[in-house]
């Protein structure tokens, strides 16, 4: 399996922006289709985004469309979440996961990065 360390979490006011990172190691990154997925403290995990091996298929949760964007860098095995217009209520953990492209689930978790909004 392939491991996950995010990045880029923190605090910032509400309308503001933060751009999550997602390094992957010991597989190879272009075997696997990308997530990025948040947990709200009393709240079930709930998808945010998600991103096919080539970049070419993106889909985002209702509740981030227009404000959140996933892309990739299969050369620095990375995937990011740019997150603009931040609300109080995108205030969750955020993880990233991979999903083999032969895959039904996700296999591999990230430790976690906590994001506030709040003024």
């Known amino acids: 399996q392939v491991r996950l360390v995010e990045s880029g979490g923190g605090l910032v006011q509400p309308g503001g922006s933060l751009r999550l990172s997602c390094e992957a190691s010991?597989?190879?990154?272009?075997?696997?289709?990308m997530g990025w997925f948040r947990q709200a403290p009393g709240q079930e995990r709930e998808s945010v985004a998600s991103?096919?091996?080539?970049?070419?298929?993106?889909h985002y949760a209702d509740s981030v469309k227009g404000r959140f964007t996933i892309s990739r860098d299969n050369a620095k095995n990375t995937v990011y979440l740019q997150m603009n217009s931040l609300k109080p209520e995108d205030t969750a953990v955020y993880y990233c996961?991979?999903?083999?492209?032969?895959?039904?689930?996700?296999?591999?978790w990230g430790q976690g990065t906590q994001v506030t909004v709040s003024s």
């Open positions: 996961a991979a999903r083999e492209t032969t895959a039904a689930m996700y296999s591999s």
């Open positions: 010991g597989g190879t990154f272009r075997n696997y289709h």
């Open positions: 991103i096919t091996w080539n970049s070419i298929n993106t």
